[in-house]
């Protein structure tokens, strides 16, 4: 059974940076062809791809965040760490993380955690 | 960036109807293509990938297909718990990958 979990705060600042875990649970992030991503989703709003990680510690990020972006993988402890810095208000959004095996698409994906950027 | 534009953004149709719903790409993408349904306060859930792959326990109601710019996603008939909204995803020229802006599917 697949399962993927988003934690960290629901609250930051203005310009502090920001860390989300993924953890997971029913497959392996050493599996060839095995991926995970993050997406966020503003109040009201669309889907937004914001980084991927893959099993050979390949990484790729949406352009227009690139620079605040870090994904990371700890594969002993099933994990998926994403960090964005310099928070905004704009950045106000539920965070997910999901799965990709083989294709691109996200077949299974986490509850997603809200976080908030206000001062 | 491959910009994925939706149509309708809202369609209002009743139980039983079926429902057809456009994704247009910026550019060809062959048919690497997804469509995702979300429903309030939940994760999106994958329906189908490769334009036209029905994702593992998905309904047979729903189908996809196209290539090239233009893909369709088809709901047979709309039972009470398809009405939500739904999002198509490129991952044929990326990063980054992108999504479109999303069709909401309401009860009429």
């Known amino acids: 059974q697949v399962t993927l979990r988003e934690s960290g705060p629901a609250l930051v600042k203005p310009t502090q940076t920001l860390t989300l875990t993924c953890t997971f649970s029913g497959f392996s992030l050493t599996t060839g062809g095995m991926s995970v991503t993050w997406v966020r989703q503003p109040p009201g709003k669309a889907l937004e791809w914001l980084a991927l990680i893959d099993w050979d510690d390949d990484k790729r990020y949406t352009t227009s965040l690139e620079t605040r972006l870090t994904i990371s993988k700890d594969t002993s402890k099933n994990q998926v760490v994403l960090t964005m810095t310099d928070m905004d208000p704009v950045d106000t959004a539920t965070y997910y993380c999901?799965?990709?095996?083989?294709?691109?698409?996200?077949?299974?994906w986490g509850r997603g955690t809200l976080v908030t950027v206000s001062s | 960036e491959i910009v994925m534009t939706q149509s309708p953004a809202t369609l209002s149709l009743s139980p039983g109807d079926r429902a057809t719903l456009s994704c247009r790409a910026s550019q060809s993408i062959g048919t690497t293509v997804a469509w995702y349904q979300q429903k309030p306060g939940q994760a999106p859930r994958l329906l189908i990938y490769g334009a036209s792959t029905r994702a593992t326990g998905i309904p047979a109601r729903f189908s996809g297909s196209g290539s090239g710019t233009e893909f369709t996603l088809t709901i047979s008939s709309l039972q009470s718990e398809d009405f939500a909204v739904y999002y198509c995803?490129?991952?044929?020229?990326?990063?980054?990958?992108?999504f479109g802006q999303g069709t909401r599917l309401e009860i009429k």
């Open positions: 999901a799965r990709a095996y083989g294709v691109k698409s996200f077949d299974f």
């Open positions: 995803q490129q991952y044929n020229d990326w990063p980054p990958i992108t």
